[in-house]
């Protein structure tokens, strides 16, 4: 019989981030990017995977049901003060198992390499903030960070909506309601949970994830209503989440919430990780701030990705962050090599980043 138990402990002495249980295989570790096999582990049968989902579900009736409705399970799991986000999904009739570890502490926000202005812009009374990237990118990591700046510096309100919850927050200066979504859990859904937030005297409301149409004209609905609404969404960079955002809209709406979206989104941070050449992940941020600039762009009847991209890498006195200007620096700090910059960008735009590698040595070496 597999010792679940075993392969937990050992990827917690290992500072794993996911662990990877699928039948057929030993299970695998994803240590800093790379998948790393357990070799004393046998592979696991499927009598195992079943063992697995067993010790997870524990006998829970109702997600159980959801597994069979859906062919897929989010839920959290607490082993030895070590908190689990667990992922259970279905291949040939075998569950699949993706265990996300999450850190007791929460990383400072300075060390996660995430600039000042985003903290700075937590001080808005009201609008949209947005955290996006692609899967394990830290989105989640970055978004609590600010949520604990928030908690520690302000005398707000703070209500979450997540799935699941993965940090736990107390309250500190200020008060803080976390709320787990899905079925038999404390919102069924985030669009529930969202129109719900304006009768709970929230100042901030947290959304875990906008994935359809119906969160998001919730978020526009809440923060319109005089909220600071924070959110994340899967997009690769700050001018496709804004394209994203307006394409949940049918064409004949569209206009519209262009105009809304130029009234209401404040800032926008689009992150990536890649492997430094330490061995440690680094952060990559690109900022939009959402200036008259860029709020005139939106606004446009036909929104252009390039042109807004080119917006925020020459806006650097507002706050707003290129990625081009990202990619640039860590190289010069010597934190990631230049192919590993280049990779991140299309060819069209090697050449800007050489400049900019260029300008900041030279400034650089001015300093000194």
């Known amino acids: 019989m597999i010792d679940i138990e075993k392969i937990l402990r050992k990827a917690i002495d290992m500072d794993a981030s996911d662990i990877h249980l699928i039948a057929g295989i030993k299970p695998v570790l994803r240590i800093k990017r790379d998948l790393i096999h357990i070799e004393e582990c046998e592979e696991l049968t499927e009598e195992d995977m079943l063992d697995i989902y067993d010790y997870f579900v524990r006998g829970n009736l109702q997600k159980d049901e959801v597994l069979k409705k859906e062919k897929k399970l989010d839920?959290?799991?607490?082993?030895?003060?070590?908190?689990?986000?667990?992922?259970?999904?279905?291949?040939?009739?075998?569950?699949?198992?993706?265990?996300r570890l999450i850190k007791k502490e929460l990383p400072k926000y300075e060390d996660l390499g995430v600039p000042d202005i985003v903290r700075r812009m937590m001080n808005q009374p009201q609008g949209l903030?947005?955290?996006?990237?692609?899967?394990?990118?830290?989105?989640?990591?970055?978004?609590?960070?600010?949520?604990?700046?928030i908690n520690e510096n302000q005398n707000k309100k703070i209500l979450t909506l997540e799935s699941p919850v993965e940090y736990k927050h107390s309250c500190k200066k200020s008060i803080i309601v976390q709320k787990e979504v899905g079925v038999g859990k404390d919102c069924l859904n985030y669009s529930d949970g969202v129109k719900n937030c304006l009768r709970e005297d929230?100042?901030?409301?947290?959304?875990?994830?906008?994935?359809d149409k119906e969160t998001m004209e919730a978020a526009i609905e809440t923060a319109e209503a005089g909220h600071l609404v924070i959110g994340t969404l899967h997009t690769k960079s700050c001018a496709e989440t804004i394209d994203r955002m307006i394409n949940f809209y049918e064409i004949r709406d569209q206009q519209t919430v262009k105009y809304l979206i130029a009234s209401l989104l404040k800032l926008v941070i689009s992150q990536r990780l890649l492997k430094g050449k330490d061995g440690s992940l680094v952060l990559v941020p690109e900022v939009m701030v959402v200036d008259n600039i860029v709020a005139g762009m939106i606004r446009k009847e036909k929104f252009s990705v390039s042109e807004v991209e080119d917006a925020i890498q020459s806006s650097a006195d507002k706050g707003s962050i290129g990625l081009i200007n990202s990619l640039a620096q860590l190289f010069v700090e010597d934190k990631i090599t230049l192919d590993q910059a280049k990779s991140q960008i299309e060819e069209k735009n090697i050449e800007v980043l050489n400049r900019t590698i260029m300008q900041l040595k030279i400034k650089r070496e001015s300093k000194n």
């Open 75 to 99: 839920s959290s799991f607490e082993f030895e003060e070590t908190r689990l986000r667990v992922n259970i999904s279905i291949a040939d009739d075998i569950p699949v198992l993706v265990l």
């Open 202 to 211: 929230c100042d901030i409301l947290i959304i875990g994830e906008i994935r």
């Open 129 to 149: 903030v947005l955290v996006t990237g692609k899967t394990n990118s830290g989105k989640t990591t970055t978004l609590n960070a600010l949520i604990n700046s």
